[in-house]
């Protein structure tokens, strides 16, 4: 596609249920990264996607938080048990080598955990 | 400046002149940055970028300045229009080989006509 493409672009759910977030990247780029940007907050590193090699999961802030990369494209972001601290936007983005250079990011989806 | 939750730092400036956005970053080795605009409901947007070995870089009508002595990243855009009011955040890569990119709180700059 023309950008990075996320779905869905809000998310309303229940404390304790458990959601997904689907990022399409930029064909062609190699590279995949999701953040977490609180109301009014810079931009939270959570994990990293780079072709076969193992991800950088450094990021996710526990184990209810969980990433796969499918067939090194589309990328989903779970969370389990949903908590209110967990209401963020959720930001994929993507590069074409994953080296110094610029990332493209989606327009995000809106997280509410009511 | 720093930012605390929801008050972000406003830069107001008048349409037509020159805006400058200052960021203080946090780690000597970071090797690669970056400025981002982000406008409501929007991802960010990539605006210019700075590798360690420069000291300035110039886009269209953008400039930025990149003092590692004080480890100080500056942006500077000429002739500001309203289109220029959004929220601007700059981005450090600590990590090298990727971009696990570190970013500030921002800074909001409001365009008046």
């Known amino acids: 596609g023309a950008g990075v493409s996320q779905s869905p672009s809000n998310k309303v759910t229940e404390k304790g249920k458990d959601v997904e977030l689907r990022c399409d990247p930029i064909?062609?780029?190699?590279?995949l990264y999701w953040y977490r940007q609180s109301l009014g907050q810079g931009l939270e590193f959570l994990i990293y996607?780079?072709?076969?090699?193992?991800?950088?999961k450094s990021g996710l802030p526990s184990d209810r938080f969980s990433a796969e990369r499918t067939g090194g494209s589309v990328s989903t972001l779970t969370i389990q048990r949903t908590q209110q601290e967990d209401s963020a936007v959720y930001l994929c983005a993507s590069s074409i080598r994953g080296g110094n250079e610029k990332l493209f990011f989606g327009s995000g989806t809106q997280l509410s955990v009511l | 400046g720093e930012s605390v939750g929801l008050h972000l730092p406003t830069l107001s400036v008048q349409e037509g002149d020159n805006s400058i956005i200052n960021c203080a970053y946090s780690n000597s080795a970071s090797d690669y940055f970056i400025w981002y605009k982000q406008e409501s409901g929007k991802g960010p947007q990539f605006i210019i970028d700075i590798r360690s070995n420069m000291d300035k870089r110039q886009g269209q009508r953008v400039t930025v300045l990149l003092n590692k002595t004080v480890k100080h990243l500056s942006l500077q855009i000429a002739a500001t229009q309203p289109g220029d009011s959004a929220v601007y955040f700059c981005?450090?890569?600590?990590?090298?080989?990727?971009?696990?990119?570190?970013f500030g709180a921002g800074t909001r700059l409001a365009v008046h006509p």
């Open positions: 064909s062609g780029h190699t590279a």
């Open positions: 981005a450090e890569n600590i990590a090298g080989g990727y971009n696990k990119l570190i």
């Open positions: 996607f780079q072709g076969n090699s193992a991800p950088d």
